[in-house]
């Protein structure tokens, strides 16, 4: 994955429909940490919905200039499908940041109600929200949001379960897609930017040391969704 996205100026494509921009938005989050390969399936899964409608779907956008997908290939954003789909990352991850930030939502329930306000905003009232919220770099889970001009970085991180203790980490980034994940660290007070000091991995569980309390095993479901950086 670069470690910053090409540049390009905040728009929506023409005709882009709110499930045309749901599903660029889709396509880039699967392979946005790790470069995997976007599938058909793979986005069936993610959006709930079958096969044959995502084929529809991938169709559409593909004559729209958005995808570049041929049989049996990962499906491909274009140059214009990549500025929808990150024009939509910036909007959902400033909502969910002025969520949390501004009116007191939990960081495990921000991703439905920002899915929801994204589409109905403007540009200006994006821009302004950025502005209001200092130009955050990163949303409340960690995810990086693109700047007016689409760049964007990305720390060098590893999976929680991938890490062998005992080592010292950062968090960096934890799916909200895994809502367990979101539970389980707050109850712990493990927030993004915390050090954690991983000891070592038990019958597949991470077991980190606590900060003035027990230790306590972390299950695995949960370390998968979760991204720290060490020390070089």
Known sequence: MPRTSAQGQSTHAPAATTSVEDYAKTIYGIAEWEGADVTASALAKKLGVSNPSVTLMIKKMAELGLVDHQPYAPIRLTPEGRRLALAMVRRHRLIETWLVNELGYGWDEVHDEAERLEHAVSEVFVDRLDRRLGRPASDPHGDPIPAKDLTMHYPETTRLCQLPGPAEAVVEQVDDAVPEALRVL???????????????????????????????????????????????
């Open 186 to 232: 707050a109850e712990q007070q493990v927030t993004i930017g915390s050090s954690v000091r991983v000891l070592e991995a038990r019958d597949g569980d991470v077991v980190l040391a606590g900060a003035g309390r027990e230790d306590f095993a972390v299950p695995h479901d949960v370390a998968h969704a979760v991204r720290v950086s060490t020390a070089s």
